[in-house]
């Protein structure tokens, strides 16, 4: 049996008619109606840079699916506050606190009987905020080895999530949308620290092996307050998990 390829939905405001309805997919349409039923016991995650929107979708499919959802833990972080201050001194105490922090997560969903909607993944915080903040000088190499060394520890021991959604953002967008929520701690985040995580973003999505893969184009949908557009993601995710329903049978 030939192993199957990761496949990427990949949505923007251009495509989504094309693409998102039923009619587009035949093969597909008993799925429309059984796939609430038949999803338990999976990991969705979604992806994306600072101020993409993963907390907001998190908890509207959370809501919509009835999926169990997993936030970042920025409300109790002691660390997030000295970092946007002071990058350099506290990027390697913050970086371990999330590797912690989503290792933790990860291993409650792999131990999970419900399905889990995860708001970012423990791969970001390795692939792109931990070197990124070394390429910056703002973590020594020392310390980024360390990091590195224990991300290689704790991988060994967990799988990615079935399904991760990434939210494609432009850099315009995402300073709209950090202005917008008002995070006093955010404040301070530059467009080049911006910049380079989106380019290290584009970068492992490019590359990204695991398994199954959602793009949403993000300035092109807005799925707060247009229920249309959250429509589209909707059905976005049901075609996604026809497919991969198909690939195990």
Do not use: C
């Not at 907390?55 to 959370?62: F, G, N």
């Not at 833990?73 to 390697?92: H, I, K």
């Not at 692939?127 to 990124?132: L, S, W």
């Amino acid at each position: 049996m030939q192993p199957k390829t990761n496949r990427v939905y990949h949505i923007n405001n251009s495509v989504r008619r094309k693409k998102l309805y039923p009619n587009s997919h035949p093969e597909l349409s008993l799925f429309y109606i059984f796939i609430r039923l038949k999803n338990e016991g999976m990991h969705i995650a979604i992806a994306g840079n600072i101020g993409a929107g993963k907390t907001t979708l998190t908890e509207l499919l959370a809501k919509h699916y009835r999926w169990e959802p997993q936030y970042e833990d920025v409300v109790q972080n002691p660390y997030l506050d000295d970092f946007y201050a002071e990058m350099e001194r506290w990027s390697f105490n913050l970086q371990v606190y999330f590797l912690n922090s989503r290792f933790r997560q990860t291993l409650e969903i792999h131990d999970s009987k419900n399905t889990v909607i995860q708001d970012r993944t423990i791969y970001e915080d390795a692939h792109i905020f931990a070197p990124n903040l070394h390429a910056m000088g703002l973590m020594t190499h020392r310390d980024f080895e360390n990091y590195s060394s224990l991300f290689q520890l704790m991988e060994s021991l967990v799988k990615g999530p079935d399904l991760l959604i990434y939210l494609r953002s432009s850099i315009p967008n995402l300073v709209n949308q950090i202005h917008k929520r008002g995070r006093v701690y955010e404040n301070s985040i530059s467009i080049e620290y911006l910049s380079r995580l989106n380019e290290r973003y584009e970068a492992w999505i490019h590359d990204y092996k695991k398994k199954n893969l959602i793009i949403l184009e993000v300035d092109d949908l807005d799925f707060v307050d247009n229920p249309k557009d959250f429509q589209q993601v909707v059905q976005a995710v049901d075609i996604k998990l026809g497919e991969m329903k198909m690939d195990v049978k």
